[in-house]
Nanobody, 117 residues
Framework: QVQLVESGGGLVQAGGSLRLSCAAS????????MNWYRQAPGKQRELVAS???????NYGDSVKGRFTISRDNAKSTVYLQMNSLKPEDTAVYYC???????????WGQGTQVTVSS
């Protein structure tokens, strides 16, 4: 069983920054691929950023150059640094754990990010 707890969401003005954190427990964190997804009202959940167990990263087209995903295996935590935020970044952001050693995907409860214009 894996538990994921997100934090760091909030209200920010356009052009501002936020850093989301996702603390994981219940598994060997370093072996898991970690992802950030987001879901805006009336829209499908979309992949924002991914980081593999080896540290390789991948980003959605809409956030490339603005968001950075990173992980600290010693703290079992994955981060999402979000810069130059836009109103269209407003969504609930979810942390996801996935990997060959996990029986299924695991999700956090989500954290709200609201960007005002």
């Amino acid at each position: 069983q894996v538990q994921l707890v997100e934090s760091g969401g909030g209200l920010v003005q356009a052009g501002g920054s936020l850093r989301l954190s996702c603390a994981a427990s219940g598994s060997i964190f370093s072996r898991n691929n970690m992802n950030w997804y987001r879901q805006a009202p009336g829209k499908q959940r979309e992949l924002v950023a991914s980081i593999t167990s080896g540290g390789g990263t991948n980003y959605g087209d809409s956030v490339k150059g603005r968001f950075t995903i990173s992980r600290d295996n010693a703290k079992s935590t994955v981060y999402l640094q979000m810069n130059s935020l836009k109103p269209e970044d407003t969504a609930v952001y979810y942390c996801n754990a996935r990997g060959p050693f996990l029986a299924r995907d695991y999700w956090g409860q989500g954290t709200q990010v609201t960007v005002s214009s």
